[in-house]
C-alpha cells in the first residue's frame, strides 16, 4: 500500500517558468512532509519541509503549499533553471514513531 | 568536512554469502538510518536509529539487521543476501530534533546480488 503517490514520473519544463511538482498522501497521521532533491550518483539532499500546521513554506525558488483536506502537497520551482534537473522525492512521517515514508521520485527535466 | 560515508561503493557479491555495508557520520548526530532505492519504487526506509542501542524498523526491514554500538556508525548487515536484495542502498543521519527535517545522505552503495 504506498502511502506516499508521486503520480508524475517526469515533468519536462522550460527555463524561466514554473515547475510543479504534485504529491498525494493517504496516511491521515502524517503531520511533517518533506521534498528531497537527487542528481545522479549523489545522496538525496535535503530541499524544503513543511508541517501540518501550516499550508505554505517559501525557501527562495521554492514554495511548498499543503492541502490536508484534499491530503495533498505540491513543490513550486520558480523560476525554474537547467541546474534543477533531478529527480524529486517526496516524504511524509507521523505518529509516533521517526519513520520517513517516500514516494517514488519524479524526474524534473529543465530545457535551456 | 561534515559527511555520511559508506562503504563500500559498490559490492558484487552471491546468494547466502554474509556481507556488511558500514556507514559513518562526523556530526554527531543522534539519528541514523538506512534506505534503498529501486527503479519504480522510490526510497524505502529499511531501519533506523534514534540513539546509541535503540533501533526501529523502517517500511522494508526483511532480510536485513542492523546495530548501533558507537553513535558515529550504523551497519547495515545481510546475513544472506539474495538477488532481490540488488539495490542502492542510502544511509542517512540527523541531528534528533531534526530527524524528520534535514537528513544528511551519504553518497550511496550499489549492491548487485548474483
Known amino acids: 500500500d504506498q502511502q506516499v503517490k508521486q503520480n508524475s514520473p517526469s515533468l519536462s519544463v522550460q527555463e524561466g517558468r514554473i515547475s510543479i511538482l504534485n504529491c498525494d498522501y493517504t496516511?491521515?497521521?502524517?503531520?511533517?512532509f518533506l521534498w528531497y532533491k537527487k542528481y545522479p550518483a549523489e545522496g538525496p539532499t535535503f530541499l524544503i519541509s513543511?508541517?501540518?500546521?501550516?499550508d505554505k513554506n517559501e525557501d527562495g525558488r521554492f514554495t511548498v503549499f499543503l492541502n490536508k483536506s484534499a491530503k495533498h502537497l505540491s513543490l513550486h520551482i520558480v523560476p525554474s533553471q537547467p541546474g534543477d534537473s533531478a529527480v524529486y522525492f517526496c516524504?511524509?512521517?507521523?505518529?509516533?514513531?521517526?519513520?520517513?515514508?517516500f514516494g517514488k521520485g519524479t524526474l524534473l527535466t529543465v530545457n535551456p | 568536512e561534515a559527511q555520511v560515508t559508506q562503504n563500500p561503493r559498490y559490492l558484487i557479491t552471491v546468494t547466502g554469502k554474509k556481507l556488511t555495508v558500514t556507514c559513518s557520520q562526523n556530526?554527531?548526530?543522534?539519528?541514523m538510518s538506512w534506505y534503498r532505492q529501486d527503479p519504480g519504487l522510490g526510497l524505502r526506509q529499511i531501519y533506523y536509529?534514534?540513539?546509541?542501542?535503540?533501533?526501529d524498523k523502517g517500511d522494508v526491514p526483511e532480510g536485513y539487521k542492523v546495530s548501533r554500538k558507537e553513535k558515529r556508525n550504523f551497519p547495515l548487515i545481510l546475513e544472506s543476501p539474495s538477488p532481490n536484495q540488488t539495490s542502492l542502498y542510502f544511509c542517512a543521519s540527523s541531528p534528533f530534533s531534526l530527524a524528520l527535517n534535514e537528513q544528511f545522505f551519504g553518497p550511496g552503495t550499489r549492491l548487485t546480488v548474483l
Open positions: 513543511i508541517s501540518s500546521i501550516k
Open positions: 496516511n491521515s497521521m502524517f503531520d511533517y
Open positions: 516524504a511524509a512521517s507521523g505518529g509516533s514513531n521517526y519513520k520517513l515514508t
Open positions: 556530526m554527531n548526530h543522534e539519528y
Open positions: 536509529s534514534m540513539n546509541v542501542e535503540v533501533t
